[in-house]
């Protein structure tokens, strides 16, 4: 602490007043404590008007915290569990507790492998195979109306409606299936290669989907369009779309993509959580391959997933995408029980975009009135 004092004191930074240490909770909690300030007010308060070097410190500062506590990240590996659920070993402490949780886990290792996991493959082949034929068959007949009378047998309350858009939270490719078990949709999503391609292109053979290429542009422009056409039609599937764009470990809900909500139609959220006691649904795409993901899926003890139907939404008048999709966003948060992060989930797989860092560097520009003194700081930004 005395070397920080030092090091600051060297920059100009009144340590006394700053937010980054509290010495109280520092010493009793022996841990960090932080209050969370605006730029202006850690900044602009004390060098009013001009740069100084210590202006850099807050930047700095701001990034250690980030690395320390990164939300992001988090979202993107497995929901910590507050039990061990006898279905791995994590700490290497836990390997050896006593003689009957060996037994137990041993036993328990016996079920899943030799007996739940042979089951469940043969039930996967058989459905999978049944999957393309069915699909195959059904696709050499002319559209009609059985597949919408098919679906309003099966209506329940809060149920999207035809020509309606459905949008849920997204943790696995599961999403679908259990969606699928209510009822029929029409689906908007990456396109795959591999095993999910596959069952891709046999459900395209049946109903009419949009899938499209994340990586180009002119795709979503395309979907966009197909979407408004979809949903001006009364008499097709709804739409099920996950706005999110990824996989979410399931412990908060991140951002939507407004393009879902800038269509127009009425929006039907679905809130979907998946109980982690049972077996682990997150699918980390960056780390899995689709076939391990099925084998873990295979070798857990159970899928235990809660949906809940919430009541329709639409756009209010003078209301922009951007909030009508936040606005959805937490109801859906709200009833699964999940935490609402404003990060985009496509930091998953590239870097932060360069406009979010020059909002950061216009937002400091403001607060400085020397033009330049503005031009320097830039300069020194970039080298």
Sequence with gaps: LVIIRVFYSFFGIDIVHSTLWKEDSFIHAGIIQREETSMEEEIAGRHQGCFNLADVMYFSKRGCEAVAEDEVTRRFSSEELVSWNLLSRTNANLHHVSWQLSVV??????????????????????SILLLVLATTVVGQFPNGRWVSYFYGCHCRENRPQEGGICVANHTSPLDVLILATDGCYSLVGQAHGGFLGLIQKSCMQTSRHVLFDRSEMKDRHLVRKKIREHIADKAKLPILIFPEGTCINNTSVMMFK????????????VAIKYDPRFGDAFWNSTKYSMMTYIFNLMTSWAIVCNVWYLPPMVKEEEEDAVHFANRVKAVIAARGGMSVLPWDGGLKRKKVKESFKEEQQKKYFSHKDNVVEKYIFKLYCVF
């Excluded at 036993?107 to 089951?119: A, E």
């Excluded at 407004?258 to 959220?269: A, L, Q």
Aim: proline letters at 6%.
């Design 105 to 126: 886990w041993v036993t328990g290792i016996l079920i899943r492998y030799c007996l739940l996991m042979p089951f469940r493959i043969c039930l996967a082949v058989f």
């Design 258 to 269: 407004k393009g879902s909500f800038e269509v127009g139609g009425t929006i039907h959220p």
